[in-house]
């Protein structure tokens, strides 16, 4: 039973009331039996409103959510009673989700149904679940709320976002990907299977054009080549302590996994074989490269639920693994985090007997907050301190690119936002440029 304002305020009536009673030496009396009539109005009140318990209560949603994604709850409430419901319901998403509201009006006669809707976003990937729901119903006179808990408590995963790749097959359908940043050229490939000839034109490979027939036709012609299926992309995650650190917020670890996701998504969609394999000072997970969208699932089940590590990363393990299992050559895709030429030299001594065999990038989170430091007005010690940090910060991180670069691994820092296309523009280049 819970009071309501009305409640209160009469109560709070009854206090000038009884100071004027007490003029007539009256007060307790009437203290006691005002307050008393008021409790005993409001448990009657109380047992002739509706208990809720034919209240029906179901959600609607994606069978898992998208990590710090604007996620669509769907609540359908039904009254299986012969009594009118009115007042409040209140979901009880876990506790530390946003929720664009908890809160609704709750009107619902007799075996009608209603829906609802509000918008949730997840702050961590994990496992968690709704706590259920509560519903106040109006008691007559309005004195109090009673109060039910609905049974609909419910379990929830929550994985990265999922929601950006229904947004790029959309984007993809509709000719659009450059919305997101992608540049996905038109072009044919420099594939290894022969589709057809056509006449040449301005700005294409002198390597396409077909020697015999030109001489033929009396003029320039050039081969069309499908781009190559069946090749592989393996993406390789550090969970090791370098991506503990955190961007806007939010850790390293984090943004990869969307950008590892997105990558993946689009090699699938393109033909190609996906794998994935997970490795701190061991490996932790690994998956065969294997074709079909069905791959992204059960990579999207070994990810959901990874976690940076306070050790040290041990990449020559890590490759040294990966050797004796896929010899095939493939487009590896190496999330972690080298902020300095030493751990970059380190690195890419460990990755030396695999880039020759595979092409190599690596592939790391920018920190947004290092270029506004720099960029920044000296105004006083604090911002000249921050200036002169950041500068260092950039200045080994770019000598860690070029210490990769020149051991014939590609390089590439994108900003968090910014990561998932520019990998999936290496990609396409890597494709369109037959480099595998």
């Given at each position: 039973?819970?009071?309501?304002?009305?409640?209160?305020?009469?109560?709070?009536?009854?206090?000038?009331?009884?100071?004027?009673?007490?003029?007539?030496?009256?007060?307790?009396?009437?203290?006691?039996?005002?307050?008393?009539?008021?409790?005993?109005?409001?448990?009657?009140?109380?047992?002739?409103?509706?208990?809720?318990?034919?209240?029906?209560?179901?959600?609607?949603?994606?069978?898992?959510?998208?990590?710090?994604?604007?996620?669509?709850?769907?609540?359908?409430?039904?009254?299986?009673?012969?009594?009118?419901?009115?007042?409040?319901?209140?979901?009880?998403?876990?506790?530390?989700?946003?929720?664009?509201?908890?809160?609704?009006?709750?009107?619902?006669?007799?075996?009608?149904?209603?829906?609802?809707?509000?918008?949730?976003?997840?702050?961590?990937?994990?496992?968690?679940?709704?706590?259920?729901?509560?519903?106040?119903?109006?008691?007559?006179?309005?004195?109090?709320?009673?109060?039910?808990?609905?049974?609909?408590?419910?379990?929830?995963?929550?994985?990265?976002?999922?929601?950006?790749?229904?947004?790029?097959?959309?984007?993809?359908?509709?000719?659009?990907?450059?919305?997101?940043?992608?540049?996905?050229?038109?072009?044919?490939?420099?594939?290894?299977?022969?589709?057809?000839?056509?006449?040449?034109?301005?700005?294409?490979?002198?390597?396409?054009?077909?020697?015999?027939?030109?001489?033929?036709?009396?003029?320039?012609?050039?081969?069309?080549?499908e781009q190559e299926k069946n090749q592989t992309v393996i993406v390789i995650v550090d969970v090791g302590?370098?991506?503990?650190?955190?961007?806007?917020?939010?850790?390293?670890?984090?943004?990869?996994?969307?950008?590892?996701?997105?990558?993946?998504?689009?090699?699938?969609?393109?033909?190609?074989?996906?794998?994935?394999?997970?490795?701190?000072?061991?490996?932790?997970?690994?998956?065969?490269?294997?074709?079909?969208?069905?791959?992204?699932?059960?990579?999207l089940n070994a990810i959901h639920d990874l976690i940076a590590e306070p050790v040290e990363s041990d990449?020559?393990?890590?490759?040294?693994?990966?050797?004796?299992?896929?010899?095939?050559?493939?487009?590896?895709?190496?999330?972690?985090?080298?902020?300095?030429?030493?751990?970059?030299?380190?690195?890419?001594?460990?990755?030396?007997?695999?880039?020759?065999?595979?092409?190599?990038?690596?592939?790391?989170?920018?920190?947004?907050?290092?270029?506004?430091?720099?960029?920044?007005?000296?105004?006083?010690?604090?911002?000249?301190?921050?200036?002169?940090?950041?500068?260092?910060?950039?200045?080994?991180?770019?000598?860690?690119?070029?210490?990769?670069?020149?051991?014939?691994?590609?390089?590439?820092?994108?900003?968090?936002?910014?990561?998932?296309?520019?990998?999936?523009?290496?990609?396409?280049?890597?494709?369109?440029?037959?480099?595998?």
């Open positions: 039973m819970i009071p309501t304002k009305r409640l209160l305020l009469l109560v709070a009536l009854g206090i000038p009331l009884a100071a004027l009673f007490g003029q007539l030496g009256q007060a307790d009396l009437f203290f006691w039996g005002y307050n008393l009539l008021l409790l005993a109005t409001a448990v009657t009140t109380y047992y002739l409103a509706p208990s809720g318990k034919s209240l029906r209560l179901s959600r609607k949603m994606d069978a898992v959510l998208s990590v710090r994604a604007a996620n669509r709850i769907e609540l359908r409430l039904r009254n299986d009673g012969l009594e009118r419901l009115e007042g409040q319901i209140r979901d009880e998403p876990p506790p530390l989700f946003k929720a664009s509201r908890k809160e609704f009006d709750l009107s619902l006669g007799p075996g009608a149904e209603k829906e609802i809707s509000y918008i949730l976003t997840p702050n961590e990937r994990g496992a968690d679940y709704f706590r259920g729901a509560y519903v106040r119903l109006k008691c007559p006179l309005g004195l109090v709320w009673r109060q039910q808990k609905v049974p609909a408590a419910q379990p929830v995963r929550v994985y990265p976002n999922i929601l950006a790749l229904r947004e790029f097959d959309l984007l993809k359908q509709r000719g659009r990907l450059n919305e997101v940043g992608i540049r996905k050229s038109r072009a044919r490939g420099l594939g290894m299977e022969f589709e057809s000839l056509r006449d040449y034109g301005e700005g294409d490979d002198y390597r396409k054009v077909d020697w015999k027939a030109s001489a033929r036709r009396g003029k320039l012609v050039v081969r069309e080549y302590r370098h991506m503990m650190a955190e961007v806007n917020g939010v850790r390293k670890l984090d943004r990869a996994l969307d950008a590892c996701l997105m990558l993946l998504h689009a090699a699938a969609l393109e033909g190609d074989l996906v794998g994935l394999m997970v490795y701190s000072d061991r490996v932790s997970r690994y998956i065969p490269p294997r074709k079909g969208r069905a791959q992204i699932g059960v990579i990449p020559v393990k890590a490759m040294a693994f990966l050797a004796t299992r896929y010899k095939r050559r493939s487009l590896l895709v190496i999330f972690s985090d080298l902020d300095g030429p030493d751990g970059a030299s380190a690195f890419a001594a460990g990755l030396g007997p695999v880039s020759r065999r595979h092409l190599a990038v690596v592939a790391r989170v920018a920190d947004p907050k290092l270029l506004t430091s720099y960029d920044q007005t000296i105004t006083d010690s604090v911002a000249l301190f921050e200036r002169t940090a950041a500068d260092f910060l950039i200045a080994d991180r770019r000598k860690a690119s070029s210490v990769l670069t020149a051991a014939g691994l590609h390089s590439l820092e994108a900003d968090p936002d910014q990561l998932a296309a520019a990998l999936v523009n290496f990609y396409f280049v890597v494709k369109d440029k037959a480099l595998l």
